[in-house]
């Protein structure tokens, strides 16, 4: 061969390689690594209880979202063993041809009739949910609008429809009212999260109803955070108000709650049917395996019979509220079991997540683009089955650590 082709070859190979200069490129993470200040991908040897092990070592758990304890509850694991005996492992196929079984079926009944819809639709996964039916509805006419503050499923749910996105200041009505103006006689779409995942606030939903009716818009609430902790019975933000009849779709997870993975949106049967054959990352994705399906259908019927679980939830997250902010942290605006911590700086709240893993109390890091630039924080988050005990020791820990980092006085 000739030396200049080799040799123009060899170029155009470096040249595609160049792809992954981004990779080498990132040293942040192993920088923190090096110092012992990395809070991520910490190995848990144990179920999702409010104590876990790690490294050997038992810790209380405070960054977990198993708000009414029942990823490790007897009739949950029961419920998904005795699925994999009779279903097997997996259904081997997307939900649109050979992966529904009869046990899907039958969830998404009792998902509608517990959420007060016509219809309901699972998914394998809360982040496939608002991926499948944010792009599925928004067209290339329409708008999608958002919180500033959405999840990030929203936000790429909006990035992958055809139609334009728009966002308002978080939970800023008059921000709101101000961009449903200026899309007067095109279809809109506002989705919000019910209780968002950071700061632990609620949407305002009687005012986005208020709105979304003045302004000719439709309403998806992505509750994730809200089903199993607002409401009398559970059923999250939109019962939390008494405006269930006034929320068009509401989209849950299985991961928080619900003691599982998974996802599912429910709403009108015309729409529910509609999403089922245009949501893309429905009818292109592996269906829920039937463990995931049992355990959720076992843990509806937990916390339908025990109402008990969502008042201790409550008692905790009221008791931890007042307990941080009578040490003197920042909470911000939460009033739910999320109960940020504000740091302001990432590799601060790094050093604090780490110092409180010495402790003995596991806790989460949310640094930008989780949150905004200078707003870093830990997040703590509290479950039905924390002790008293469990949240004095944590407390303590946290006292420690604020006036070791100068935080709290």
């Not at 200069?21 to 040897?45: H, N, Q, W």
């Not at 092990?53 to 960054?63: A, C, P, Y």
């Not at 019962?239 to 998974?262: R, V």
Request: proline share 3%; net charge neutral.
């Amino acid at each position: 061969m000739d030396g200049k082709l080799v040799q123009n070859s060899s170029m155009a190979v470096n040249k595609q390689a160049g792809i992954f200069d981004k990779c080498s490129g990132f040293t942040k993470a192993r920088e923190f690594m090096s110092i012992g200040l990395y809070p991520y991908f910490r190995v848990i040897e144990s179920a999702q209880d409010p104590e876990v092990t790690i490294d050997g070592r038992r810790m209380i758990m405070v960054g977990s979202n198993n708000y009414l304890g029942l990823t490790n509850h007897p009739e949950v694991k029961e419920a998904a063993i005795a699925a994999i005996k009779k279903y097997g492992s997996g259904c081997a196929g997307s939900r649109f041809l050979n992966g529904t079984l009869d046990i899907h079926v039958k969830l998404e009944e009792k998902l509608a009739r517990f959420m007060g819809k016509e219809a309901a639709l699972v998914f394998s996964t809360g982040f496939q949910v608002n991926l499948g039916v944010i792009s599925a509805l928004v067209g290339k006419n329409d708008i999608v609008i958002i919180d500033k503050m959405d999840h990030a499923s929203i936000i790429d749910g909006s990035r992958l429809s055809f139609g334009d996105t728009k966002k308002f200041r978080h939970n800023d009505m008059a921000d709101l009212d101000r961009v449903l103006k200026d899309f007067n006689g095109r279809g809109k779409l506002i989705v919000v999260d019910g209780v968002f995942s950071m700061e632990g606030d609620i949407a305002n939903l009687p005012e986005i109803v208020r709105l979304a009716r003045k302004h000719g818009a439709g309403i998806m609430v992505d509750d994730a955070h809200g089903i199993g902790v607002l409401g009398p019975g559970g059923r999250g933000t939109a019962e939390h108000f008494g405006i269930e009849d006034d929320i068009d779709l509401i989209m849950g997870t299985y991961s928080k709650s619900l003691a599982s993975i998974g996802g599912f949106i429910a709403g009108r049967e015309d729409v529910i049917h509609y999403i089922k054959h245009f949501a893309r990352s429905l009818i292109f994705s592996a269906s829920p395996p039937p463990s995931t399906v049992a355990s959720v259908n076992a843990a509806l019927d937990i916390i339908e019979r025990e109402p008990e679980r969502i008042e201790r939830l409550w008692e905790n997250t009221r008791f931890m509220l007042k307990g941080l902010k009578d040490l003197g942290f920042n909470t911000g605006t939460s009033e739910t079991p999320i109960i940020p911590v504000g740091v302001v700086e990432d590799e601060a709240a790094f050093r604090m997540a780490m110092m409180l893993h010495e402790e003995g109390v596991f806790a989460n890091v949310a640094v930008s683009p989780a949150v905004p630039v200078g707003k870093a924080l830990i997040r703590t988050s509290y479950m039905a089955t924390h002790t008293q005990e469990h949240l004095d020791k944590v407390l303590e820990a946290f006292k420690k650590v604020g006036r070791a980092t100068g935080l709290i006085q």
